[in-house]
C-alpha cells in the first residue's frame, strides 16, 4: 500500500506521498543524472532548461555548471516547483535559477532560448510525446541539443521486468530504437543514445537543426 502510494506519486508529486517521493527521486537519480550530464558539454554562460524538474537536484547540478549562464526548470506539479525552489534558494535569490510551473506541453517561453534542454525520468508521463519533443525543440536553439535520461531501458531478455510499474502508472519502458525513431519523427539530428553496461540507463543527445 505505502510503496503503491510513494510510486504513484511520480507522475505528479502531490501531498504527504508526493514530498517523500520527491525526496526519493532527488536521491535516487542522482548518480544517473550525472553519468547522462557526462553526454552533453554545458559551458559558462549557457541557459539550460530542465523540463520536469522535480525537486530541483537537477536544476543544482546545472547551476554549478553554467557559470554566468542561466538554468530554468520546470513541473507540472505545484509542490515540486516549491521544493525545487526551496532546494536551490541560493541560486533563485540571484536570479542564476528560475523555477515555473509549466507543462511540457505548452512551454512558457520564446522559441530559439537554450542551449540545451534536460528531461530526466519525466518522459514516460508525457501527454502528446511527439508534439512534446518538437515543443523542446521550439525553445531550444539552433544547434541546440536535448537530453534525454531513462533508468527504465526495456530488457530482451527479461521482457516483465517492468510490467508492474508500467501497470501501476500506465506509462512504458523505452527502447533504444523507439527513442531514436522519436527523435528522428520529431525533426532533430545527429541523434546519439548511449547505454550504460550493466544497468537499465539510457540516455539520448538530439540536436536542433
Ligand atoms: C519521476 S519524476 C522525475 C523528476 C526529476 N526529473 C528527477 O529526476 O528527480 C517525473 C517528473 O515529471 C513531471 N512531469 C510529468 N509529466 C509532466 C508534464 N506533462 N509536464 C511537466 N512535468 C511533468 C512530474 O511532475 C515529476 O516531477
Known sequence: ??????????????????????????????????????HIDIKSGDHVLDVGCGGGKTVGKLCEKVGGGKVYGVDYSELCIKKAEKLNHKNVICGKAKLKKASVSALPFESDKFDFVTAVETYYFWPDKLNDLKEIARVLKPGGKLLLVFEMLKDKNDPDKWTKVEKRLNIEAVSREYIDDMLERAGYQNIRTYIKSGTSWLCAVAEKE
Open 1 to 38: 500500500m505505502k510503496y503503491h502510494k510513494l510510486v504513484e506519486n511520480a507522475q505528479k508529486p502531490e501531498g504527504f506521498w508526493g514530498k517523500l517521493m520527491i525526496r526519493s527521486m532527488n536521491r535516487g537519480h542522482s548518480e544517473l543524472t550525472d553519468w547522462a550530464l557526462c
